[in-house]
């Protein structure tokens, strides 16, 4: 059977991001003299975050922004981190500040992330961006992956208000401020998590359907309502002798079968994925404009 849901492609979407963020920058420069400025700090060498923050520090060159990557071993410990966020916050040519997470088991995330001037936390995990995504108050910043999200949709033309939105996952990075962006566009939403009894029993009721997980393949054609918008947020590494790596990425969406019964449905990769960094920089050219 072919497929019949439309590819939301988050890559073209993420480009057009990324574009309107470049012109952005421009015309703060032409106007104001401000480069808008992004600082990026890895504690540690974990390969994975290595990754993220590379392509983080390309994507600010591309988009004529400042970008800059702090490299900290793994030993530092949380005084040291306390004070590099000093030294950034007090920084005026520094818009944005982002703390690589996951961070070595001696420094308290949390402690780093509250130390972290909130009007340079573009990566929205301030308790104070928290609350005010909660209240409702576009001052703030929301997280860059579910601020992507509600992009997609808007930009797919799926209109969001009086929508039964489900949210699997309820995570501060993903599922809780997916939650609070989709009620705030006037959804019905409902999250479900891990002690969720019958889980298949509110997937089937929802207009939208976003995947925040962590598990591969999760999300089966059974469990989705027919003509359903899908969004998959889901990163997951599965063996795959056939591929050179030894294996592929999948999303928390059984891709192949539930396209067949969604009307739009978002691919992994190249779907949520590709909007993170864009959001990132929409954010810290925010924050440089309102500086
Ligand atoms: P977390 O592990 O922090 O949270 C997972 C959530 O899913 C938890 O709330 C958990 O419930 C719930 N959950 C786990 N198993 C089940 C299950 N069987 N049934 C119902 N709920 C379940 O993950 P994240 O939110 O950080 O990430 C989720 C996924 O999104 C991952 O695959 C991650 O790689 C990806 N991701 C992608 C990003 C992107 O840029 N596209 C950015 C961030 C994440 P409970 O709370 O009860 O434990």
């Known amino acids: 059977m072919t497929s019949h849901a439309e590819l939301i492609d988050g890559a073209a979407v993420a480009d057009a991001v990324r574009a309107e963020v470049a012109r952005e920058a421009a015309a703060l420069l032409a106007t104001r003299g401000i480069t808008p400025g992004l600082t990026v700090v890895l504690?540690?060498?974990?390969?994975?975050?290595?990754?993220?923050v590379r392509s983080k520090e390309q994507a600010c060159k591309e988009a004529g922004m400042h970008g800059e990557t702090i490299r900290l071993p793994a030993t530092t410990s949380q005084a040291e981190l306390l004070a590099v966020v000093d030294r950034l916050n007090a920084d005026p040519a520094i818009h944005?500040?982002?703390?690589?997470?996951?961070?070595?088991?001696?420094?308290?995330?949390?402690?780093?992330?509250r130390r972290i001037d909130p009007r340079k936390d573009v990566d929205g995990?301030?308790?104070?961006?928290?609350?005010?995504?909660?209240?409702?108050?576009a001052d703030g910043f929301a997280p860059c992956t579910p601020a992507g999200v509600m992009v997609l949709l808007e930009r797919y033309g799926v209109d969001v208000?009086?929508?039964?939105?489900?949210?699997?996952?309820?995570?501060?990075?993903?599922g809780k401020p997916m939650m609070s962006l989709l009620v705030n566009?006037?959804?019905?939403?409902?999250?479900?998590?891990s002690r969720t009894r019958d889980l298949a029993r509110h997937t089937a009721k929802a207009d939208i359907l976003v995947a925040a997980i962590g598990k591969p393949n999760f999300v089966t054609a059974e469990m989705v309502?027919?003509?359903?918008v899908v969004i998959d947020v889901g990163i997951n590494r599965v063996e795959d002798p056939a591929n050179k790596k030894g294996y592929r990425i999948v999303g928390d969406v059984d891709f192949t079968g539930v396209s067949r019964v969604a009307s739009k449905i978002t691919p992994v990769p190249g779907g949520v994925g590709k909007m993170t960094i864009a959001m990132l920089l929409k954010n810290t050219v925010r924050a440089a404009s309102v500086a």
């Open 43 to 52: 504690v540690g060498e974990d390969p994975a975050s290595a990754v993220y």
């Open 96 to 113: 944005g500040i982002l703390v690589q997470m996951p961070l070595p088991k001696q420094i308290d995330a949390q402690a780093i992330i």
């Open 125 to 137: 995990f301030h308790p104070e961006n928290v609350g005010k995504l909660l209240i409702g108050d």
């Open 161 to 174: 208000a009086g929508k039964e939105a489900v949210v699997l996952g309820r995570s501060t990075i993903v």
């Open 185 to 193: 566009a006037s959804a019905t939403v409902t999250v479900c998590h």
């Open 225 to 228: 309502r027919p003509g359903a």
